[in-house]
């Protein structure tokens, strides 16, 4: 890379969860500078967020739209390289769209539409337009994760044979939508967050991870979603019996109502030779499981001479230096900000770099939405997975 | 207890697994002896297995038919108090008919008999007799299992909403019953084990659990079984979503092919404020966890003070000691010889030793298994579960 | 074997700790069983005591010395084989050279005896009458522990620089001997206990399980014990540097004041190769550890086909079904019943049956005893380990 | 704040293993940038490594003390706020001292210098600078590490008695500084790393992190240094006994010979009521232990509403979702650059803000070591901590 990329962000102001993550996930590096943003759609947070940012109060916007125009007039040395999108779900598309159409590259939070329309609609445009877009399923960020799939890839476990991966959360067991907690609210309310809850939300990024890890597609799929606390209008809790396109058989279980847990996604594949168990709230050890020898225990950063390149290119310390949630997400940040730059530069960006969730992950995000309500709303069991 | 109880072994001669454990479990807490057995149905391992077991050769007999025959005729001061039938699944039924026909208590390994059918005669014949009768379901006698059924029962954690229940084994990751294995032999076998392998095995072990932590029974369920082994004759996978009578959605994942797993059967049960936690592997600490404050770890045998009297009637030693399978296995026999006894000595025995599995848990197992097996056959999400 | 083995009991009344463990162990595996018992000072709970363990009242005996000598004059189809001491320390010895002077055999809980000078004398009396010993260190009967000590006896690890051995308990964090805690009033009375308390009843089994693994001696230590409750009249915690003969640096650590620990015993050793990690709480886990290769985790009961042979001959179940404390100590009775059988019968006992702790590790216990209390009332650092 | 601060680095060009790790932690919360660097001795290093931190060449300076006029004579919004020093220990006192003169404020790894003496001098200077200096003690940046020092300054555990802490590491059980291995070379290297190895590189965070977390300094040690691989000249491993001023008794082991750890730091502290364990490599939970009540398990970034303000203030996000290393790193140049700010901007730091280590810590470190080592080549069992 020859210079730093330059990030503008929609969304994101101060009190937002997620908008804080994305930029520490982008600063972390020192490969992007954030010079701009649309930060709230309200006037007092977008101008004091600005401020806390150290943003030039000319580049602090008060909308998207003024911003991408503003932006894409701009001289070719100061112009933003890309924009980040981090408001609700149903807020994705329209900016995104825009920003793709103004030629700027997109970084967008995951799920990455309100609808599976959108994000066919989505994906259409960015190949059209040949730019750039990262989605952040921020787990498949996991140098863990990464080593997990290439051994799939390698066929160090044989045949796949079984997949489990469950998400539980505890944070919605109480109806705290209604009592104050602005995250409960808007992802609890289907004219914001879209026609799953939980599914949406966290479902969706175990199936991502089950089909990143296995190399493997879902076929059809058994949805059981449930409202466990009375008076939520969309799923908190769901189980999903899987069928994959090799032949593995699979369930996804994910809940926001498994009181006690903070956020205990874990996945397990077995093989014919072996299995892989790997968990988000200690990511730094892989569980190999054999058949025949003692299971081994494969930790990030530890220099073996046997890991997959795509484990050590997202590792930054060696092995006993946990790395953490910020430091998977700034790998997405990280091998976009690669990939960005190579084409820039005019070189070919590495396998490692060009390694990162895109609209391809997203079309199939939303379709699992999709087809998880429509299982769930029918009384046969198997339902396809379409497109 | 004022003596010793007499035991009589059908099945478990020397090689058997299942014998041995069940002699363990009778030895240890030095309530019961070991006077008579019919070991084997060959001669010679029959007569071989009573010398390694220090029986007299007279009680050393070479069928079951015979050894009832004789021992009803013997003194009442010298006559079995009960007999173990630890045989494969389809020899259950006829020599615990014919024990509990001749006035002995039975012992039974789990599945109860080979068929629904089998298993309700066989109810109908305990209740008509007024003897006792301990399936050994293995794991609901182990501490903490006891400890977390008395949390759900006392409203610790509020409504119970979830429960995830899995038993991964790997034993059958190859064809193994054709290379010599004598158990995967006949546990894969029809004609032996039963209409399913895997959840006949493992699988009703596991909603057994469920259904003894929870107090709650299974209402419906829809499985998914499968061949993973080309050429097995019985499911070795399967999983399957659940519903419980007090309207708890469940997840029961049994496997005999999650290569590198050995026995890891795990329950995790979610309420309104809070979660348990148990593995059987590490079966001395319960996680529990709570909305509103930080995990907690119980440890079998340690003296808080508010444990349930479950838990410590059925622990041997302090915390610290870990306790494990054969100390499991024991409480199942200590509480039912502790129960036998007062009925001999004409006692009312103590609550926590009337808690052990015994017919209807046989029946329910038995129903579990033609459910699972009518459910995987059927394109109808949910099957009612009957008995 | 041909026939079980006759125990005797000195001590272990109701209610005393250790005289049921040694019992459950005893029972376990079928090859012994109890007929004769001294089992209390205090005649009526003699009495009760061999009530509840269904002894034949003409075998349950007031005092050891009527015991020993009339189970001395019986026939010797009726007469003990051996005798178990599990009174206080102080209470070892004299019945102990009494049981070899008889002619019996002894199995003897540890701390050997009251003194050094006792146990160098029992040791000689053993080796005059060519009777078998078995001194209770527990720990080194836990079948990972004897994989571990195979490991480095194998070289696996290279040459041994390190031993780390901790043993934290907390049950002794207040001065429960005047609150009515029988156990930890004898403990902590140097008239019962001997010249040492924590090091005595705790560090001394962490002495033991270092030498044992690692097969080398201590030779030098630098002791600093410690009394953390005023008041009390004996080391409740201590710390102690050890020189190995094989060169190895080593600590000790024990504590009966590490408020919220049970008996969290844990051993590491580490070579020029690898190292090996073992706690007593999770037994059945080996982590071996590999300086150019993963971490691998060996577990009890599987069938890898290089283990120890020393391990498989003291489980009793496979992988996943967990044997802990009770059954450790079992192995210590049933390798002493087949050594002790084999020389009934007349034939040699395999090296695993011979594999149990005796009057060497008595007197080498002892000695650490006295050198480490020698070690802590010096100025000086290194105290040479002399017997 | 209101701008962000201007870092330049001396030491930490490409291959450099801390300095990237300095730059990471400065990046990750946006509130500082890299404006200059002399990175390196060796000039061509220093300019490529320029280029890739996106540098302005005409602040890339090809040693520290050009760098320090140059950036003097700047106006004050471009002028540097502080440096880093990442060189090996030998040189971190000539450009530390100058930069202080220079009226630039410091940070700088640890160990603060090659010697007690110019640590003193440091101090001195600081003080008599009024300038601030953060000393790079990561492992006192962990939010479950302040949760911990809250706890006990707050009497939860009642008087302290009991200190462990153990750092074990394995990557120099080879003569590694032989074989290429730049950072073995000099890290054993008296020359260049200070009078120990070990204890020097490690042993002093341990130390440290002791301290900290007590709020007790130590008094007497006593030491045992080992130079386990044969030729090598500092020690590579050590055993230390510890007296604390309020009356604990403590033991620090430190290896670097610990073949399979990676970076295993871990402390357990005990007091009267209970226990506290805290392990580097699962960052994100404390374990805290009660004599009366069950183990619990403190989690970063949990909303139980009785934590430290301390552990909240250097927590980036919910619980969940791990933070590691870095994290820890940022939170020291995260409070050391609100500290500055506030300084810059005439207001007074948060408590929060101004916890981080200091010269204190630097010259208690550097006489830890001389301690250590003087005690190594006493006989006299106590030596006592002398500064």
């Known amino acids: 890379m020859t210079r730093k990329l330059r990030m503008g962000m929609i969304g994101g102001g101060k009190d937002a969860f997620i908008g804080a993550i994305h930029r520490i996930a982008a600063n972390m590096d020192g490969l992007i500078e954030l010079v701009a943003g649309a930060l709230s759609i309200h006037n007092e947070t977008a101008i004091e967020s600005g401020k806390m940012l150290f943003l030039d ?29 981090v ?45 750039t877009l990262l989605l952040t399923h921020t787990y498949t960020g996991y140098p863990m994760v990464k080593q997990a799939r290439q051994m799939v890839k390698d066929g160090a476990l044989g045949k796949i044979r079984k997949v489990w991966v469950e998400y539980p959360q505890g944070w919605l067991s109480k109806m705290s939508e209604r009592e104050g907690n602005a995250q409960a609210a808007w992802r609890t309310d289907p004219s914001k967050s879209g026609k799953s809850g939980c599914m949406g939300d966290i479902g969706t990024h175990a199936a991502n991870l089950a089909e990143y890890i296995t190399g493997s597609n879902i076929t059809q799929l058994c949805a059981d979603l449930n409202i466990m606390v009375p ?13 994959f396109d090799n032949g593995a058989a699979g369930v996804l279980m994910a809940s926001q109502v498994a009181a006690g847990e903070e956020n205990a996604l874990k996945i397990r594949v077995y093989g014919e030779k072996g299995g892989l168990e790997w968990a988000q709230q200690e990511p730094n050890t892989l569980l190999v499981k054999w058949l025949d020898k003692p299971t081994e225990i494969y930790r990030a950063g530890n220099g073996y001479g046997f890991q997959s390149s ?13 790395e953490g949630y910020l430091e998977a997400f700034g790998n997405l940040y990280r091998n976009f900000a690669r990939t960005l730059s190579a084409k820039i530069d005019g070189v070919t960006p590495s396998p490692e770099s060009l390694d990162f969730p895109s609209v391809a992950e997203g079309v199939r995000g939303m379709a699992f939405i999709d087809n998880v309500v429509r299982s769930a709303q029918s009384d046969v069991k198997w339902t396809n997975f379409e497109i």
């Open 57 to 85: 109060p000319e580049r602090t916007y008060l909308d998207f739209k003024t911003m991408l125009e503003k932006e894409a007039a701009m001289p070719a040395d100061k112009r933003l390289d890309f924009v980040t999108i």
């Open 87 to 131: 408001t609700p779900n149903f807020a994705h598309f329209e900016p995104a769209m825009m920003a793709l159409d103004k030629g700027f590259n997109v970084v967008i939070e995951k799920p990455i539409t309100f609808s599976l329309e959108e994000a066919k609609k989505l994906k259409e445009k960015v190949e059209a337009t040949g730019l």
């Open 231 to 243: 008076g939520r209008a969309l799923d908190d809790d769901g189980n999903v019996l899987l069928r």
């Open 310 to 322: 795509y484990m050590t290119a997202n590792t930054r310390t060696p092995g006993g230096h946990p």
